[in-house]
Each structure stands twice: as C-alpha cells, then as structure tokens.
Nanobody, 130 residues
Framework: DVQLVESGGGSMQAGESLKLACAAS?????????????MGWFRQAPGKERQGVAS????????YYSDSVRGRFAISLDSAKNTMYLQMNSLKPEDTAMYYCASDSVILPGRELEASQYTYWGQGTQVTVS
C-alpha cells in the first residue's frame, strides 16, 4: 500500500503564503506506467464536503486546479524525493480547512479533482487563515 504523510500546515494571516508537503512511500507501479499515477491535494472544512484543490500526474506533469485556487496555488512534484508540494499564496480565510493529499494510479480523465477517484489518503494537515 501507499503511505502518504502531509506536513506544513499552520495558522496564517490573510495574504500570507504557506507551503504544504506530502511525502509518499510504499506501493508499486508494477504493470502500470509512472505516467498514470496521479497525486492530488484536497481540503475539507467543518460541515463541508471534501473538495479537490489541485492534482498532478507524476509522469507528464499535467496539473489541474479548482477555480477557487487557480492563480494563487501551485502544485509541484519532486520525483527524486517522492514528495508533492502545494505552494499557497495570497491566502484567504475561506482557504481554512484540513488539507489532505491523495494518490491513485487509475484516474478517469476529467475527474482528477474528484475525491472518489483516489484510493490512498494521508492523515491531513490543518491550515487556518484569519
């Protein structure tokens, strides 16, 4: 199984920046090309559904963003370190949520920001913006 561990959350003021990290370990891509592995960031505020924030394919590097963060957040991947990042700029109070990283090797095209597509999840890291 794949293990995912998030880090980097914290309490910030509106307008500030924060960078989250997700370290991946375990799992195997046997039988699959690395290009097919997709990793994503999701967030969930109290009383709300889990929302896709950004995702990236490990192979080709294609990225996807929700409308609410496009232009402010940037997702990246350091394959050598098996670590995914989320650079969050111009933070807003509405960005407050628990942030989760996720991974899967079979994502239906066009559904890269749907939580239901992902099998492996981290434990989450809290981001609070005031």
């Amino acid at each position: 199984d794949v293990q995912l561990v998030e880090s980097g959350g914290g309490s910030m003021q509106a307008g500030e920046s924060l960078k989250l990290a997700c370290a991946a370990s375990g799992g195997t891509t046997s039988g699959l090309t690395i290009r097919e592995v997709c990793m994503g960031w999701f967030r969930q505020a109290p009383g709300k559904e889990r929302q896709g924030v950004a995702s990236i394919y490990r192979g080709g590097g294609s990225t996807y963003y929700s409308d609410s963060v496009r232009g402010r957040f940037a997702i990246s991947l350091d394959s050598a370190k098996n670590t995914m990042y989320l650079q969050m700029n111009s933070l807003k109070p509405e960005d407050t949520a628990m942030y989760y990283c996720a991974s899967d090797s079979v994502i239906l095209p066009g559904r890269e920001l749907e939580a239901s597509q992902y099998t492996y999840w981290g434990q989450g890291t809290q981001v609070t913006v005031s």
